[in-house]
């Protein structure tokens, strides 16, 4: 059974950092994709960012230069760094296992305040 539980969300000011966690269980996260998507009050849930076991990455433009992907396949876990935080990057982060078949996390909350 998979399971994607995500982690390290919170209340930050704008301008800070917070590192989200997604721990994940199953036997194939050595050899799958992970990502991460946000959906922010109002909006339709939105790509973020992308990683291969090989390290092939991808980010949204919108967080570009701002916001770091990584992942520890010994501890079958990814992360996001996320720098510089803006008002907009307010939103429910989810992690994504992309298989097939894919599996969604329950989501942490990001608040960005002024």
């Known amino acids: 059974q998979v399971q994607v539980v995500e982690s390290g969300g919170g209340l930050v000011q704008a301008g800070g950092s917070l590192r989200l966690s997604c721990a994940a269980s199953?036997?194939?996260?050595?050899?799958?994709?992970m990502g991460w998507y946000r959906q922010a009050p109002g909006k339709q849930r939105e790509f973020v960012a992308r990683?291969?076991?090989?390290?092939?990455?991808l980010y949204a433009d919108s967080v570009k230069g701002r916001f770091t992907i990584s992942r520890d396949n010994a501890k079958h876990t990814v992360y996001l760094q996320m720098s510089s935080l803006k008002l907009e990057d307010t939103a429910v982060y989810y992690c994504?296992?992309?298989?097939?078949?894919?599996?969604w996390g329950q989501g942490t909350q990001v608040t960005v305040s002024s």
């Open positions: 994504l296992w992309i298989g097939p078949p894919n599996y």
């Open positions: 199953g036997s194939t996260f050595s050899i799958d994709d």
């Open positions: 990683i291969s076991v090989g390290g092939r990455i």
